[in-house]
């Protein structure tokens, strides 16, 4: 199975001619978007960890492991940490993964879980000024606001994301941030608040707005939002992390995703208090975890449905 999958990654090269077939130039070129235009997340995924191989990357993906093995130039680091790339390779890098992210990554144009809509961009730009922004803390670009009210009042829930500009390849993110504030009698005041960056060997991170909810789960006229976000890894979605947050009650309640693409890399945390919330609220974060295994965004544990019934706060393999 394995080797057709290896053959599978090569004959992708050959379905164009115009096609970029290998990373030998990747180091002194700047990858054209035509050479890649055609390729399939397989090829492009082969491509990228390439020029990971070129640089003696030792790859715990056993089949990456063995195509590489069969060229002369391969040669296995010791040490992945001390590989360093130029700036045209982190460009080309960035390239590969921009292109993989158009392809295969969730939906962001649509919010099909919650009542409470996004702003227009008009609307964020109106509300959301410069000395407002400054006045509130936020750095970064607004990528999304959900404008909901429940009993308590009315509340924006801004997201926010660190852009890292690769100019005509598009943008990655190093950082997110997110904000729930509360307005009352224009007085603004912040609820939560949370934020992560992307780690060494991730690409990007950004907010996975496919899955965010924003609603009243138990009917207690309170709303209680379940944030998702995620990264990208040296093989995409494989080997990235993801990080569920729900916030019930004044408190913040997460689950800890790593992904990976053998057995032993796979494992997610909980917080014990997950399993003290409300059923419909932690059965819609199943729902969401299981929905992320069936679109290619996770790979979790074998048996973890069961384990979680259990209420292990770790789950592995």
Request: net charge neutral; glycine share 2%; charged share 35%.
């Given at each position: 199975m394995k080797n057709y999958l290896l053959y599978f990654l090569l004959i992708s090269f050959t379905i164009n001619a115009q096609n970029l077939k290998d990373c030998s130039e990747c180091s002194s070129e700047i990858i054209r978007e035509s050479s890649i235009q055609n390729l399939n997340?397989?090829?492009?995924?082969?491509?990228?960890?390439?020029?990971?191989?070129?640089?003696g990357y030792t790859f715990s993906n056993e089949e990456y492991s063995r195509h590489f093995k069969q060229f002369s130039w391969y040669k296995p680091s010791a040490n992945n940490n001390t590989i360093v790339f130029s700036d045209i390779e982190q460009k080309n890098i960035a390239i590969l993964a921009q292109k993989i992210n158009e392809i295969?990554?969730?939906?962001?144009?649509?919010?099909?879980?919650?009542?409470?809509?996004?702003?227009t961009q008009e609307k964020i730009n109106e509300i959301f000024t410069h000395e407002k922004k400054k006045e509130l803390g936020i750095n970064f670009s607004i990528w999304k606001v959900y404008d909901y009210q429940d009993k308590t009042g009315k509340y924006y829930l801004v997201l926010t994301e660190?852009?890292?500009n690769t100019s005509k390849e598009g943008n990655f993110n190093n950082a997110v941030k997110a904000f729930n504030f509360k307005i009352e009698n224009?007085?603004?005041?912040?609820?939560?608040?949370?934020?992560?960056?992307?780690?060494?060997?991730?690409?990007?991170?950004?907010?996975?707005?496919?899955?965010?909810?924003?609603e009243d789960f138990d009917l207690d006229g309170i709303i209680e939002p379940i944030l998702f976000y995620g990264t990208n890894g040296l093989n995409g979605y494989d080997d990235g992390r993801i990080k569920i947050l729900t916030y019930y009650k004044g408190k913040k309640i997460g689950i800890r995703i790593q992904n990976?693409?053998?057995?032993?890399?796979?494992?997610?945390?909980?917080?014990?208090?997950?399993?003290?919330?409300?059923?419909?609220?932690q059965d819609t974060v199943v729902a969401q975890m299981n929905k992320m295994v069936e679109n290619g965004h996770s790979i979790l544990p074998y048996g973890w449905q069961k384990k979680m019934a259990k209420k292990m706060t770790f789950i592995k393999e």
């Open positions: 997340v397989p090829a492009l995924k082969l491509l990228k960890n390439e020029m990971y191989a070129r640089k295969s990554q969730p939906d962001s144009k649509n919010e099909p879980n919650s009542k409470y809509k996004t702003l660190d852009k890292m224009n007085v603004w005041t912040k609820t939560f608040e949370t934020n992560d960056s992307k780690k060494d060997g991730e690409d990007s991170i950004w907010f996975w707005t496919k899955y965010i909810y924003v990976g693409v053998l057995d032993d890399e796979r494992n997610f945390s909980i917080d014990a208090d997950f399993y003290n919330l409300p059923k419909s609220i």
